[in-house]
C-alpha cells in the first residue's frame, strides 16, 4: 500500500493567550489525506488548534506547516444579516466579475477573479441543493442571510467549503443546530469530502464517518485507526488491561510491605540475640562488638534492599494508574422527582405526558420546538393555544444555559433555587456534581462551558420545589463528549418526566426516551412512531 502524504503538521507547537494561559504545550501532530476526527474534552485546546491551522492564531513556539490551501469553518458564523447567500459562501466577488464580462467590461482582473470557476453559480447552487438549501434557480444566492436559520447558515458554510476546493478542510462542531435531515446531508458530504479533512465535533453518528480519530488529552495526541467506535473499542480494551495491570501492581505492592515488615522482625530478632548474647559474656567483649557491627551493617544492606524493592513495587503502581483514565461521572439519586405511574403531568392539543414519561421532540428547524418548550414552561409573555399547564413543577434547561447570575457564586447561584438547604447541604450535593472545593465559591461569570453546564442543571434538579417536569431546548449543543456522558448520567437519577428537544439520535436512545412528539410549522405536536434509535 501507498504510505498517506502528511498535510499538516505540527512540531514542539506551543501556545499560550497573552496572559499567559497555556493552551498547547510542546505538542506533537500530525494529520494525513483523509477524513480525521479530533476529539476530546472542552478545554484541551481542539478549536484553538484548528485556528493554528488555519493561520487565525500564531503559535507562541514551535511549528506548523500546512502542503496545501486551508478553509475554515467555525463553530459561530460572523453572520451579519444584511449579507448575502453568495457572501456567506465567498463567492461574491466572482460574481461581479462574471456579471462585468457579461456586460462587455474585458478587464484582465476579472480574469484572474474567475480563475477556473467560470461555473461557479451553478456549482454554487448544485452544492446548496444537495446539502438542502431550498432554492429557486440562482436567486438563492442573493438571498439575505438574515433569512437563514442557524442550521442552514451553517450548511451554507459547509458549501462555501466545498465549492473553495481546499486542499484541508477544517469543520467545528458543524452538526450543532442541524435538524436530522440537515444533518443527513451533511454526513453524506462528508463521507465523500475531498482532501483533508479535520473535523471536531461530539456527534458520534459524524464521527463514525470518519476514517481515523485523534484524541488530544492534556496536551498529547493519539491516533486511532478508524470511526469513533472502533476508538470507543481500542480504549474499552486499554483500560480493561490498564486495569489488570493495577490490580497486579497494587497485590505486589501488598507482598512486598509483607516482606518488609518480616524483614523488620527478623532483624529486630537477630539483634536481640546479639545483645543477649553480649550481656551474658557468651563470647568475648572484642568478638561480640565485631558481631555487633556486622549485624548492624548487615540489618541496614537488608532494610534498605527491602525499603528500595517496596519502592520500586510503588512505582511500578503509580505508572500502572497513571494509564487509568479517571473520567468523573455524575452519580445522583433524585427520589424527590418521581412522578407515580399514570399521573397526568402535562397536555398539549390532544396529547397527554402521563407519570415518568420521556418524550423527545423532534422537527425540523425552525419548526417551533424551542416556542413550545418556552409555552410550556410558561416563558412566554402570551399563553399558546392548546398547550395546557403543567400539573407538576416545571424546569427548563434552554439552549443558552442563562439559568444561572454570572454575579453571583455557584452556591449562590443553587441556594436561590433551593433557599431552605445549608450550605453545608448544598456543597455535598455540588460534589456529586462534580463541582467540588474552591469551584463553588466561584463567579458563575468564570466557569467553562462543561462546569457551567453543570451548574445549571444541579441549579434546576436540586431546586425546591424538585421539578418533575424537565423540559431541556438541544442540551448535547457545545457539549463534549465527557459532558455527554455526564448528563446522561444525571438523567438516570432522574424520576420525573421528560421532554427533550434533540437532533442527537445516540443521545435519545441514551436517555431511554419513550414517545416522539413532532413539531411542524410553529403548531402543537402530534405523536409519531418512536424510531429504534430512540426507543428505550
Same mark, same amino acid.
Do not use: C
Given at each position: 500500500?501507498?504510505?498517506r502524504l502528511?498535510?499538516?503538521v505540527?512540531?514542539?507547537?506551543?501556545?499560550?493567550?497573552?496572559?499567559?494561559?497555556?493552551?498547547?504545550?510542546?505538542?506533537?501532530?500530525t494529520?494525513a489525506? $483523509?477524513?480525521t476526527?479530533?476529539? $476530546?474534552r472542552?478545554?484541551?485546546?481542539k478549536?484553538?488548534?484548528?485556528?493554528?491551522v488555519?493561520g487565525?492564531?500564531?503559535?507562541?513556539?514551535?511549528?506548523?506547516s500546512?502542503?496545501?490551501t486551508?478553509a475554515?469553518?467555525?463553530?459561530q458564523?460572523?453572520?451579519?444579516?444584511?449579507?448575502?447567500?453568495?457572501?456567506?459562501?465567498?463567492?461574491?466577488?466572482?460574481?461581479?466579475?462574471?456579471?462585468?464580462m457579461?456586460g462587455?467590461?474585458?478587464?484582465?482582473?476579472?480574469?484572474?477573479?474567475?480563475?477556473?470557476?467560470w461555473?461557479?453559480?451553478?456549482?454554487?447552487?448544485?452544492?446548496?441543493?444537495r446539502?438542502g438549501?431550498?432554492?429557486?434557480?440562482?436567486?438563492?444566492?442573493?438571498r439575505?442571510v438574515?433569512?437563514?436559520s442557524?442550521?442552514e447558515?451553517m450548511l451554507?458554510?459547509?458549501?462555501g467549503?466545498?465549492l473553495?476546493?481546499a486542499?484541508?478542510?477544517?469543520?467545528?462542531?458543524?452538526?450543532?443546530?442541524?435538524?436530522?435531515?440537515?444533518?443527513a446531508?451533511?454526513?453524506?458530504?462528508?463521507?465523500?469530502?475531498?482532501?483533508?479533512?479535520?473535523?471536531v465535533?461530539?456527534?458520534?453518528e459524524?464521527l463514525e464517518?470518519?476514517?481515523?480519530?485523534?484524541?488530544?488529552?492534556?496536551?498529547?495526541?493519539?491516533?486511532?485507526?478508524?470511526?469513533?467506535?472502533?476508538y470507543l473499542?481500542?480504549?474499552?480494551?486499554?483500560?480493561?488491561?490498564?486495569?489488570?495491570?493495577?490490580r497486579?501492581?497494587?497485590?505486589e505492592?501488598?507482598r512486598?510491605? &509483607?516482606?518488609y515488615v518480616?524483614?523488620?522482625?527478623?532483624?529486630?530478632?537477630?539483634?536481640?540475640? !546479639?545483645?543477649k548474647a553480649?550481656?551474658e559474656?557468651?563470647v568475648?567483649p572484642?568478638?561480640?562488638?565485631?558481631?555487633?557491627?556486622?549485624?548492624?551493617?548487615?540489618?541496614?544492606?537488608?532494610?534498605?534492599?527491602q525499603?528500595?524493592?517496596?519502592?520500586?513495587?510503588?512505582?511500578?503502581?503509580?505508572?500502572?494508574?497513571?494509564?487509568?483514565?479517571?473520567?468523573?461521572?455524575?452519580?445522583?439519586?433524585?427520589?424527590?422527582?418521581?412522578?407515580?405511574a $399514570?399521573?397526568?403531568?402535562?397536555?398539549?392539543?390532544g396529547?397527554?405526558?402521563?407519570?415518568?414519561? &420521556?418524550?423527545?421532540?423532534?422537527?425540523?428547524n $425552525?419548526s417551533g420546538?424551542t416556542t %413550545?418548550?418556552?409555552a410550556?414552561?410558561?416563558?412566554?409573555?402570551?399563553?399558546?393555544?392548546?398547550?395546557?399547564?403543567?400539573a407538576?413543577p416545571?424546569a427548563?434547561?434552554p439552549?443558552r444555559?442563562d439559568v444561572?447570575?454570572?454575579?453571583?457564586?455557584?452556591?449562590?447561584?443553587v441556594?436561590a433555587a433551593?433557599?431552605?438547604?445549608t450550605?453545608?447541604?448544598?456543597?455535598?450535593?455540588l460534589?456529586?456534581? %462534580?463541582?467540588?472545593?474552591?469551584?463553588?465559591?466561584?463567579?458563575?461569570g468564570?466557569?467553562?462551558?462543561?462546569?457551567r453546564?453543570?451548574?445549571?442543571?444541579?441549579r434546576?434538579?436540586?431546586?425546591?420545589?424538585?421539578?418533575?417536569?424537565?423540559?431541556?431546548d438541544?442540551?448535547?449543543?457545545?457539549l463534549?463528549?465527557d459532558s455527554?456522558?455526564?448528563?446522561?448520567?444525571?438523567?438516570?437519577g432522574?424520576? !420525573?418526566?421528560?421532554?427533550?428537544?434533540?437532533?442527537?439520535?445516540?443521545?435519545?436512545?441514551?436517555? !431511554?426516551?419513550?414517545?416522539?412528539?413532532?413539531?411542524?410549522?410553529?403548531?402543537l405536536?402530534?405523536e409519531?412512531?418512536?424510531?429504534?434509535?430512540?426507543?428505550?
Amino acid at each position: 500500500m501507498t504510505a498517506r502524504l502528511s498535510s499538516v503538521v505540527a512540531t514542539d507547537l506551543t501556545f499560550a493567550w497573552p496572559d499567559g494561559t497555556a493552551v498547547l504545550e510542546h505538542l506533537d501532530v500530525t494529520f494525513a489525506t $483523509g477524513r480525521t476526527g479530533l476529539v $476530546g474534552r472542552n478545554g484541551d485546546g481542539k478549536t484553538t488548534l484548528l485556528r493554528l491551522v488555519a493561520g487565525e492564531l500564531s503559535p507562541s513556539g514551535g511549528t506548523i506547516s500546512t502542503a496545501g490551501t486551508v478553509a475554515y469553518l467555525p463553530q459561530q458564523l460572523p453572520l451579519q444579516t444584511a449579507r448575502t447567500v453568495a457572501e456567506l459562501l465567498g463567492i461574491s466577488d466572482q460574481r461581479a466579475a462574471l456579471a462585468a464580462m457579461t456586460g462587455g467590461d474585458a478587464d484582465p482582473e476579472h480574469f484572474t477573479t474567475i480563475g477556473d470557476d467560470w461555473d461557479i453559480e451553478a456549482r454554487a447552487v448544485e452544492t446548496l441543493g444537495r446539502l438542502g438549501i431550498a432554492a429557486a434557480g440562482h436567486d438563492v444566492l442573493d438571498r439575505p442571510v438574515g433569512t437563514l436559520s442557524g442550521g442552514e447558515a451553517m450548511l451554507v458554510g459547509v458549501a462555501g467549503l466545498l465549492l473553495r476546493r481546499a486542499d484541508i478542510s477544517l469543520l467545528d462542531e458543524p452538526t450543532n443546530n442541524l435538524d436530522a435531515r440537515a444533518r443527513a446531508r451533511l454526513y453524506d458530504a462528508v463521507e465523500s469530502w475531498p482532501g483533508v479533512l479535520i473535523v471536531v465535533s461530539h456527534d458520534r453518528e459524524l464521527l463514525e464517518r470518519v476514517e481515523q480519530i485523534v484524541e488530544l488529552r492534556d496536551g498529547v495526541t493519539r491516533t486511532f485507526g478508524g470511526p469513533f467506535s472502533a476508538y470507543l473499542d481500542a480504549l474499552a480494551a486499554e483500560q480493561e488491561t490498564a486495569a489488570r495491570l493495577v490490580r497486579a501492581a497494587e497485590a505486589e505492592v501488598a507482598r512486598e510491605k &509483607r516482606q518488609y515488615v518480616e524483614a523488620q522482625v527478623k532483624l529486630a530478632r537477630r539483634i536481640r540475640t !546479639g545483645k543477649k548474647a553480649q550481656r551474658e559474656k557468651r563470647v568475648p567483649p572484642i568478638v561480640a562488638g565485631n558481631l555487633k557491627r556486622q549485624a548492624q551493617v548487615s540489618a541496614g544492606k537488608y532494610r534498605n534492599l527491602q525499603a528500595d524493592r517496596l519502592e520500586s513495587a510503588r512505582s511500578t503502581l503509580t505508572e500502572a494508574e497513571r494509564d487509568v483514565r479517571d473520567d468523573d461521572r455524575i452519580r445522583v439519586d433524585l427520589p424527590a422527582t418521581e412522578v407515580p405511574a $399514570g399521573r397526568t403531568v402535562l397536555q398539549v392539543g390532544g396529547l397527554i405526558v402521563r407519570g415518568p414519561e &420521556r418524550i423527545a421532540l423532534v422537527g425540523a428547524n $425552525g419548526s417551533g420546538k424551542t416556542t %413550545l418548550l418556552e409555552a410550556i414552561a410558561g416563558r412566554r409573555s402570551h399563553p399558546q393555544p392548546g398547550v395546557g399547564r403543567p400539573a407538576v413543577p416545571v424546569a427548563y434547561l434552554p439552549q443558552r444555559l442563562d439559568v444561572l447570575d454570572d454575579a453571583r457564586t455557584v452556591l449562590d447561584n443553587v441556594r436561590a433555587a433551593a433557599p431552605a438547604a445549608t450550605p453545608y447541604e448544598v456543597r455535598a450535593q455540588l460534589a456529586r456534581f %462534580l463541582v467540588r472545593g474552591d469551584q463553588v465559591e466561584q463567579p458563575a461569570g468564570t466557569l467553562s462551558g462543561g462546569e457551567r453546564f453543570r451548574v445549571g442543571l444541579a441549579r434546576l434538579l436540586l431546586a425546591e420545589p424538585p421539578p418533575q417536569l424537565l423540559l431541556l431546548d438541544e442540551p448535547t449543543n457545545n457539549l463534549d463528549l465527557d459532558s455527554v456522558e455526564q448528563l446522561t448520567d444525571a438523567l438516570a437519577g432522574y424520576r !420525573g418526566a421528560l421532554i427533550v428537544a434533540s437532533h442527537d439520535q445516540r443521545f435519545l436512545e441514551d436517555v !431511554g426516551v419513550d414517545r416522539q412528539w413532532e413539531v411542524a410549522d410553529v403548531g402543537l405536536p402530534t405523536e409519531t412512531e418512536t424510531s429504534a434509535a430512540t426507543a428505550r
